[in-house]
């Protein structure tokens, strides 16, 4: 039952990315004052569909001073980590309950950089390259603050176990007595999920388009799908510790909708920024800030455990 619920799983998560890429594709368009997909099928539905069929039937090619081997295993890779990290997902029944879940996030989420790392040195091209090195320095940054708001809650929730936050969130979410931080931890998955206003290691307007420049097709197809479907995981982390958890609700994906609509909403909204203000942002801003509320946590605990044996 294990590899059904795994197997049915995946499945799932690659649909929702075809109809999450449609929903962007959508909003965008509206917010442009544009119509966006709305030829194939009823209003554009099986645009996803089509799109997918086009990419992957497409002639595969390489360049030719490609290092071949690596550069077409590393798409796949890529596409691995994405969905292996669903693994996290809590089922009602057959849950693979991770005690530790908070470090398999961690471990996990950390090795997508090297998917990023050997597309951009594969594809022999200057472009690729600089986009990897952006793509290494900014993961690294940001995942030091997204460690460190995550580790503020599970010290309040004692615990590293994920579920636990539903049990923790019964009475109040968390968002409302860390609503400064909720913000700074969107910033930190736009930043690792290589998102606008954060996507350096992509930067169409200056790197063509970064590391995956000499990717068409399949290799383009298993990169875009890696990308959202990490995209939707972050969503689902952020309903999960902010916003109640309580995902043996309908509410709770009805919420995880919401946070996908804000990854779109800030694409369609605010300019690439600068590299270094980038840089600038995560250590002098939101590294302090992750600090300053672990105190806050560890403070809020004390309080609770003096009141509760008082």
């Not at 294990?2 to 690659?14: A, C, H, K, P, S």
């Not at 940001?142 to 923790?168: A, G, P």
Request: charged share 10%.
């Amino acid at each position: 039952m294990f590899y059904i619920t795994g197997l049915f799983l995946m499945v799932l998560v690659l649909v929702s990315v075809g109809f999450f890429t449609l929903l962007e594709r959508k909003i965008m368009g509206y917010s442009h004052i544009r119509k966006g997909p709305n030829k194939v099928g009823y209003s554009g539905l099986l645009q996803p569909f089509s799109d997918g069929m086009k990419l992957f039937l497409k002639e595969q090619f390489f360049p030719s001073n490609s290092n071949f081997l690596v550069y077409y295993i590393c798409p796949s890779l890529g596409l691995i980590q994405a969905l292996f990290i669903w693994l996290l997902f809590p089922y009602y029944i057959n849950c693979i309950d991770f005690n530790f879940g908070f470090l398999f996030f961690l471990c996990v989420s950390s090795l997508g950089v090297y998917s990023l790392i050997i597309c951009g040195w594969s594809s022999n091209s200057i472009y690729a390259v600089l986009g990897c090195i952006r793509s290494v320095s900014q993961a690294i940054s940001y995942e030091v603050s997204l460690s460190l708001i995550l580790l503020s809650f599970f010290l309040l929730c004692d615990s590293y176990n994920l579920v636990n936050f539903n049990l923790m969130q019964d009475t109040s979410w968390f968002i409302f007595f860390s609503f400064p931080i909720f913000f700074c931890w969107f910033s930190c998955s736009l930043a690792e999920t290589n998102r606008s206003p954060f996507d350096f290691s992509e930067g169409e307007s200056e790197l063509v388009s970064g590391f995956n420049v000499e990717y068409g097709s399949g290799g383009f197809a298993m990169l875009f799908i890696a990308e959202y479907a990490s995209i939707i995981f972050m969503s689902m982390i952020s309903c999960l510790i902010f916003l109640g958890g309580d995902f043996f609700s309908f509410f709770f994906f009805i919420k995880l909708i919401m946070i996908c609509f804000l990854f779109v909403w800030v694409r369609c909204s605010l300019p690439r920024y600068r590299y270094d203000k980038l840089m600038y942002l995560a250590w002098k801003c939101y590294l302090p800030l992750s600090l300053n509320y672990i105190f806050y946590f560890i403070l809020m605990k004390l309080l609770f455990l003096y009141h509760f044996f008082l």
